[in-house]
């Protein structure tokens, strides 16, 4: 890599000078007349500079000493040789006609020399042969990006087509987010058949199951023995459909606000060890009762002495009895379950079931929260942006980190073929400016 602008070698002139009115060459350029010897490629070895022969052991000899061998691909619109000894041909014209050049020998690298335009004859077989070289030399991809559509461009442009969709489904989704109504009215129109708005509908069935049964189940208000006793859960199951009901939310913040009292764990525990307690009074009486019973129907009739055995006595009094010994073997079973379980309030909690109310209360405590039609909103507008939003915003994210990553590869291969390419057309340009300044002249 050299200078910024071009630089000239001048010389002695050894020929007429040109008319400098019509003159088409360099400013400050010379002309010069050369006799050359030929071939060049027969006599170059034989050249005493340095940079000469450095081309020369280095490029021409390796092809000289194997002809036949293919040259590889060269990029389209520049001149294309088929084996090594095609290529030779090309190379003995271009070093005979920089040794003929009557003006200056430029100091540009090969994309200066294309951009200022100097292109004499020298000059364009110079940049030519750089570009029969690029596949073998290994910087083709440089020099075609260079000349041609550039594959970074191209590459970007492919990624548009993934990236702009995702960019403008995204925009879209992001913008009935802005506000409620907006939002509210997506989900009524279409939004209610996405896979995540069943979500909603599960409600519905969850809370109607919590308060049909298991709340009722856990505070035994569905024992036999507590009819009448203890008062019913006053929360009339939800009837309304969320599709077609406009006022759905209306409805469900005011179901879900009398869920409140359920949201606490000691409520419950409260009122499950109150019906217990209940229960159990209900069921000593009762045994007190069938204890009663029992002892009236042990007491057999004066004739059961007079006309039958202890064993015939013993038998009918069984028989007379069993009904009431199994009702207070069930009393007596019952209390000692009772007993036993309001010892704390973890067996209270596992009484009838398997622990629910740490699940009961926090379930009603998530419905209990939503018992306003904006907070309805906001939950499913975050249902939405998880579900959806969310997966485009991490989809573009991922498609622009791959585009970065391909970008950034060919931006390190670009640059390991561009030094490759400047490698070449240093030793090149260094050999023909060395050949023009000390021509190969007949002794």
């Given at each position: ?76 619109g520049f001149p294309q ?224 002495y007079l006309t039958m ?135």
């Open positions: 890599m050299t200078d910024n602008s071009p630089e000239i070698d001048a010389q002695p002139a050894t020929g007429p000078e040109p008319d400098k009115s019509t003159s088409t060459s360099p400013p400050n350029a010379v002309l010069r007349e050369k006799t050359v010897l030929q071939p060049v490629l027969k006599h170059i070895s034989a050249h005493k500079s340095e940079h000469v022969q450095a081309f020369y052991h280095s490029h021409i000899k390796p092809m000289m000493d194997n002809p036949q061998d293919k040259f590889g691909l060269i990029p389209q040789v088929q084996t090594n000894a095609d290529a030779l041909s090309f190379l003995e014209k271009m070093l005979y006609a920089v040794q003929r050049q009557k003006y200056g020998f430029l100091r540009l690298s090969w994309y200066q020399a294309v951009e200022l335009g100097y292109t004499f004859d020298a000059e364009r077989m110079a940049l030519e042969y750089i570009a029969i070289n690029a596949m073998r030399q290994g910087y083709y991809t440089y020099f075609t990006e260079f000349i041609g559509p550039s594959t970074q461009e191209a590459i970007v442009s492919q990624a548009r087509k993934v990236l702009d969709p995702l960019e403008n489904s995204l925009r879209e989704h992001e913008a009935r987010l802005q506000s409620d109504e907006v939002f509210f009215e997506f989900f009524m129109r279409e939004g209610y058949k996405r896979d995540w708005a069943y979500d909603i509908g599960r409600w519905a069935y969850h809370r109607n199951s919590y308060v049909r049964t298991d709340i009722p189940s856990y505070l035994l208000l569905d024992v036999p023995e507590l009819k009448g006793l203890v008062a019913p859960l006053s929360i009339e199951p939800s009837t309304w459909d969320y599709t077609k009901e406009h006022n759905w939310r209306e409805l469900d913040a005011a179901f879900n606000a009398q869920l409140r009292p359920f949201t606490s764990e000691r409520f419950l525990l409260e009122v499950k060890r109150g019906h217990m307690l209940l229960l159990k009074t209900i069921f000593q009486q009762k045994l007190q009762v069938a204890q009663h019973k029992r002892a009236q129907k042990a007491r057999l009739p004066i004739y059961y055995s202890d064993m015939e006595r013993n038998y009918a009094r069984h028989l007379r009895t069993r009904d009431t010994d199994s009702a207070i073997e069930y009393f007596q079973k019952r209390i000692k379950e009772l007993e036993k379980c309001l010892v704390s309030d973890e067996m209270v909690d596992r009484y009838e079931g398997e622990g629910m109310g740490k699940c009961l209360a926090k379930w009603c405590l998530f419905f209990a929260d939503l018992d306003t039609p904006s907070k309805i909103t906001s939950y499913i507008k975050q249902l939405y942006e998880e579900k959806e939003v969310v997966p485009l915003r991490d989809k573009l994210k991922q498609e622009k980190e791959k585009l970065e990553r391909k970008l950034a590869q060919i931006d390190e291969y670009l640059a390991s073929e561009k030094a490759r390419c400047m490698q070449f057309s240093d030793l090149l340009f260094s050999c023909l400016r060395e050949l023009y300044r000390c021509p190969m002249n007949r002794g």
